[in-house]
């Protein structure tokens, strides 16, 4: 059995729109439920989200018979869970508040076995079909998404440096930290904050680098996804779901206050 390509990363490389959706849910279930609706990529998010490995585990399982692929964001910037990750099958990674190279170098390394990084080797993994997949070790590497989160103005001054750390196949803008970073908490869609991030993000394309953001306005999700972003979330599963149930109760209160 050969290692088959990673359909995200081959997507960004070629500058094809990706679009996203955000799973914090920790539940294969709930993942499951948003699976099959057709969404290029689904980040799985560790870090503001009550998920273990042994969750994600349930969620990727649940993901991969639907054709949508599976980017996990780790809680940090760690290689033994980069590792951990990486062995239960997780495609691609996100890596949140990288602040520099060398922090950019570090994630890029936790990804890649060596001589090349400093991952660690195991046998008969899920990634590698529990050792089917003969040429596994050979193609790890290549077909590992690395996409980098800066979060921070001093990380945004940095993002083409960062984007172009070898191994780095895009930069991802968190604006709800940049916004916060800005002293401007809670406004994350606010005039300066996009200004920052739009003008950080062209100079990323000139460059080559592939850029992603998530934003829960599916117009202006469309926008930048026009405008030369990558890959965009649009929304996340339990933003859906609050929304979802506040609609239907908003919807039965009215019509049981129209027949009374």
Known sequence: MKMRANPFLAAIRAGQPQIGLWISLANNYAAEVVASAGFDWLLVD?????AEVATVLGQLQAIAPHGSTAIVRPP????????RLLDIGAPGLLFPMVQSVAEAQAAVAATRYPPQGVRGVAGSIRANQFGRITDYYAKANDETAVILQV???HAVAQAVEIGQVAGVD???????????DMGLLGQHMSEPVWDLILTAAGKLMAAGIPVGT??????????????????????TDTNLLAKGADA?????RDATRKEN
């Open 151 to 153: 979060e921070t103005r």
């Open 46 to 50: 560790m870090e503001h989200a009550p």
């Open 214 to 235: 998530l934003v829960t306005d599916p117009a202006f999700a469309a926008r930048l996804l026009r405008e030369g972003f990558t890959f965009v979330a649009c929304g």
């Open 248 to 252: 239907l109760r908003a919807q039965m």
């Open 76 to 83: 940090w910037n760690d290689p033994v869970m980069v590792k």
């Open 170 to 180: 895009g930069i991802f803008f968190g604006p709800a930290d940049i916004a916060a």
